[in-house]
């Protein structure tokens, strides 16, 4: 069972920034991919970026050249930094991971609310 917690979400005027933290309980090279998701009011949960163990990102169209995700072994931790961000990035974020390549467990944190004003 992996425990995720999530930290840094808040209220930001457009324009700004914020960095999202999502602490894992056990080293975050032992899973195969993190990610960020969020889910605005009354749309589906999308995903967001992500980092594979070997180093590997991706990211949504909506947020290249915008958002970064990191991570830090040393601290078991994945980071998401959003710069430029616009109202429209208004969602509660999730961290996510997945553990295993044919049987797969998923684990999901609590989500931490980002508030983007106009």
């Known amino acids: 069972q992996v425990q995720l917690v999530e930290s840094g979400g808040g209220l930001v005027q457009a324009g700004g920034s914020l960095r999202l933290s999502c602490a894992a309980s056990?080293?975050?090279?032992?899973?195969?991919?993190m990610g960020w998701y969020r889910q605005a009011p009354g749309k589906q949960r999308e995903l967001v970026a992500a980092?594979?163990?070997?180093?590997?990102?991706n990211y949504a169209d909506s947020v290249k050249g915008r958002f970064t995700i990191s991570r830090d072994g040393t601290k078991n931790t994945v980071y998401l930094q959003m710069n430029s961000l616009k109202p429209e990035d208004t969602a509660v974020y999730y961290c996510?991971?997945?553990?295993?390549?044919?049987?797969?467990?998923?684990?999901w944190g609590q989500g931490t609310q980002v508030t983007v004003s106009s």
């Open positions: 996510n991971a997945k553990r295993g390549l044919v049987s797969v467990d998923i684990y």
């Open positions: 980092i594979t163990s070997g180093g590997s990102t």
């Open positions: 056990e080293s975050i090279f032992s899973i195969n991919f």
